[in-house]
């Protein structure tokens, strides 16, 4: 068979694809989330002309500009590479996913577009009431882009709506059950939240760096920290609540993910175990090694301690899914779910014993957190596209059938190209980002586009001029 | 039956629009990259960048919808072409990262080291960007192997003396654009120098269309019969003709001072024509010499579904875009980077 480094066309497309996406998916999921900030902090300024509002507003805007030019360009990759590496799967689904990928474009990228360039360069051009409608457009834009592409990958997961044509393409039959489809309600809702939270979390974590670093008095630091501390202490409860009704969904529509993700290799007939660790081993079909509480996961799957699970024992080999991957990928989310909920719950004990901004230890452990939401949600990912094999439309089309004629050295070629290219550039953004929140929000925060020196911008009073002018000497109150 | 025909033209021609909307919209966005060697002031750089920083990102969206949109009105056609210039459309993509991201990291980078690597990733990221579309329009152009419902070449079919020559013409021809773009929103002894460029880059871009016009014909008995045969050529004649006028008005007002605006307008129309005459050439072949749009098509309710969106949604599109464009209008202060 032809071969790159040992791996087959399929493989590397599959690896590739992979790649790109998941560096893709960091981008957006920060952005949804920073989008939304932004949106709240600037009508929050506008309302209570409280400058440390606006601070915020500054400071958040230069790192979202930044991650949202990544996720721009991270994203038109995708856009080409239904194409170019799974083209079958593009002619043969193209007719059901291709029109919700197309309305994605139209209704969202667009928008998003159209409108960041006056939410970041156009507040003095277009005067406040306009530049908050662009800054809630982009928001709003970033949110009907999630709800499109998570219709397609969920019509992936559950597909419905559609016939077999003569020619083998997946014809569109009735458009409301495609688009709302069995699982898309509750992915939609899971990932939406989990895009909110890896926000909160990366906002708490720099707030907690400045609280550490003596900021303690630095209103724009206290406000971020405190605005994260609640969006912690509020929704982490709720994603574990939709994530648990996400799962009872997928054991009703694709139970073999279900089973890897539980490592239920075995039946079992009066109460399966909630297993803790393991080691799954597909060979041999038995979980190694294994941890776990008795009729736990029955009692939380089917809400009765005896209830018969079935394991994939029923399942044919060549019908499973990677167990390890599935397994892992699993329990790193929701442990990291659990320890977001910890966070929260601290928050919240110490803010009602007045400390929230004296507790180091919170703030060292809110600081550990920060980047962990970008963890969870990869492998939320992970979970679930892996759970889906073999299959890439599930029980209607095979991933090994899907890919484009391309060699293996074409594709194994783009491959390298793509991960010494993307770490890279987004390893310098990254290293952009850090050094944008390595500073505090300072009063007169820059915007984005401004030089270092002396602002020469007519008009504006000398106070506003100093104020402007980003160097830390203005005292607090003007 | 009669409705999903019309369908399909509908769908070539709002595909053609929106790919034309790209090639000149991100067109002059990409030229500035490629004016940039020739701009070696830092203040020059930051005021050509900033002239387009607040639009690059809409501009590119035209490329998704231009992707998006074939992947949706003509899965086949997209799943046979983007095999066949696989190497050409990653690195296209790969280059886009580059440049795209210069705009954002070339204001946070503080040594100069790494300031001019990021002016560097703007250039080569805008330089094989636009070379990598015109060699994939010649790729196009000249055929593409197809057996069943899928491309049978090899991975270096796309690589030939014709699609080279396409992609030299592209990027003469949004070098071009840039320089009008940039005559139009500089002032000053910087306006006067990109004019000079402009009427460089103009000719090139001329010797480009034409030496791709007179190739084009003998890549295939279709495109001739299309140009020569009686009576279409009635109707093909105008548009040669009318790009002689055009490049004629051109030449002239790239010599008058007063000008600013006029030389991208009439880029524009240019533009145009040329897409008109690609049009002609390529009807009504989806993947030439191949595929028609009719057996690439996806089924009537696929394209009747989106066409009822995009109807109503891309007027809209092009209201807040314009919108845009227009809170960034006229000449850009030196003075004054944006807030």
């Not at chain 1, 760096?209 to 929704?235: C, K, Y």
């Not at chain 1, 990869?378 to 391309?406: C, D, F, K």
């Amino acid at each position: 068979m032809d071969t790159f480094l040992g791996f087959d066309a399929v493989m590397l497309a599959r690896m590739q694809f992979g790649f790109t996406v998941a560096f893709h998916f960091i981008f957006p999921a920060v952005s949804i989330g920073l989008a939304s900030f932004l949106a709240v902090l600037n009508g929050l300024f506008l309302w209570t002309k409280d400058e440390a509002y606006l601070r915020l507003f500054k400071y958040w805007l230069k790192i979202f500009a930044i991650t949202f030019a990544m996720g721009v360009v991270s994203g038109i990759t995708m856009s080409y590479q239904f194409g170019t590496n799974w083209s079958v799967f593009s002619d043969i689904a193209g007719p059901v996913i291709g029109p919700l990928m197309a309305y994605e474009v139209l209704t969202a990228f667009f928008l998003e577009a159209g409108f960041l360039g006056i939410m970041i360069f156009g507040r003095d051009k277009v005067g406040p009431g306009l530049h908050m409608f662009a800054c809630l457009m982009v928001a709003v834009g970033t949110a009907i882009s999630a709800t499109w592409i998570l219709s397609v990958n969920s019509w992936m997961q559950t597909p419905q709506g559609f016939a077999v044509a003569e020619n083998g393409q997946f014809v569109p039959e009735d458009w409301w059950a495609i688009i709302f489809n069995p699982s898309f309600p509750y992915r939609l809702a899971h990932t939406l939240t989990a895009a909110y939270l890896t926000t909160a979390f990366i906002v708490g974590g720099v707030g907690a760096w400045h609280l550490l670093r003596g900021q303690r008095e630095n209103p724009g630091v206290r406000t971020m920290f405190s605005m994260a501390m609640w969006m912690a202490a509020i929704v982490a409860p709720v994603q574990i609540f939709l994530g648990d009704a996400h799962g009872l969904n997928t054991l009703e529509h694709q139970p073999a993910k279900v089973m890897a993700m539980e490592g239920h290799f075995e039946s079992h007939p009066d109460g399966a175990p909630l297993y803790l660790f393991g080691i799954p081993d597909q060979e041999a079909q038995e979980l190694k090694y294994a941890v776990g509480i008795p009729k736990l996961s029955s009692l939380i799957l089917k809400h009765h301690l005896d209830a018969p699970l079935d394991g994939l024992d029923t399942i044919p080999r060549d019908e499973q899914p990677p167990v390890a991957v599935v397994f892992w990928s699993f329990r790193v989310m929701v442990g990291i779910g659990f320890a977001m909920l910890g966070i929260g719950m601290w928050s919240l004990w110490a803010r009602f014993r007045k400390r929230l901004f004296e507790a180091p230890w919170l703030h060292r452990a809110a600081l550990v957190m920060g980047p962990s939401g970008l963890v969870a949600v990869i492998a939320g990912w992970i979970t679930t596209e892996v759970g889906r094999q073999p299959y890439v439309v599930y029980g209607a089309l095979r991933t090994a059938e899907a890919h484009s004629p391309l060699g293996a050295s074409a594709v194994g070629a783009s491959l390298i190209a793509f991960v010494v290219i993307y770490f890279v550039i987004f390893g310098a953004g990254v290293a952009y980002i850090l050094k944008l929140m390595h500073h505090a929000p300072a009063l007169g925060e820059r915007g984005v586009r401004v030089e270092p020196g002396p602002i020469r911008t007519a008009g504006v009073t000398p106070q506003n001029q100093m104020r402007e002018s980003g160097h830390d000497i203005a005292p607090e109150t003007p | 039956m009669f409705y999903s025909i019309d369908l399909t033209i509908a769908w070539a021609l709002l595909l053609a629009f929106s790919v034309f909307v790209y090639v000149v919209l991100d067109g002059f966005d990409l030229g500035i990259g490629i004016l940039y060697p020739f701009f070696r002031e830092k203040s020059d750089r930051d005021i050509m960048m900033n002239s387009v920083a607040p639009v690059w990102d809409g501009n590119e969206t035209w490329l998704v919808l231009g992707g998006g949109g074939l992947f949706a009105a003509f899965p086949m056609a997209y799943a046979i072409i983007m095999p066949a210039v696989y190497p050409p459309i990653i690195a296209m993509l790969l280059a886009l990262i580059f440049r795209g991201v210069a705009f954002e990291y070339r204001w946070r980078a503080n040594s100069r080291l790494s300031k001019r690597a990021w002016d560097a990733a703007f250039i080569g990221g805008s330089v094989t960007a636009a070379l990598a579309q015109g060699i994939i329009l010649g790729a196009f152009l000249q055929g593409i192997e197809v057996e069943g419902r899928a491309y049978a070449g090899g991975w270096w079919d796309w690589l030939t003396p014709f699609s080279i020559l396409c992609g030299v013409a592209v990027v003469a021809g949004y070098a071009f654009l840039g320089a009008c773009w940039l005559n139009m929103k500089l002032e000053g002894e910087i306006q006067h120098r990109v004019r000079i460029m402009a009427r460089g880059f103009f000719v090139a871009t001329i010797i480009g269309i034409a030496a791709v016009s007179l190739a084009t014909p003998f890549l295939g008995a279709g495109y001739a019969a299309r140009w020569f045969d009686w009576p279409q050529i009635a109707l093909t004649a105008p548009v040669p003709i009318l790009i002689a006028g055009i490049a004629l008005l051109l030449f002239r007002t790239l010599f008058h001072p007063e000008r600013d605006r006029l030389p991208f307008i009439l880029g524009l129309v240019l533009f145009a024509l040329c897409f008109l005459g690609l049009g002609i050439s390529i009807w009504p072949l989806a993947v030439p010499q191949e595929i028609t749009l009719w057996e690439a098509a996806a089924p009537a309710k696929s394209q009747l579904f989106m066409f009822v969106g995009a109807i109503v949604l891309v007027p809209i599109i092009l209201g807040y875009t314009a919108y845009a464009y227009w809170v960034f209008r006229g000449k850009l202060d030196p003075e004054k980077g944006y807030h």
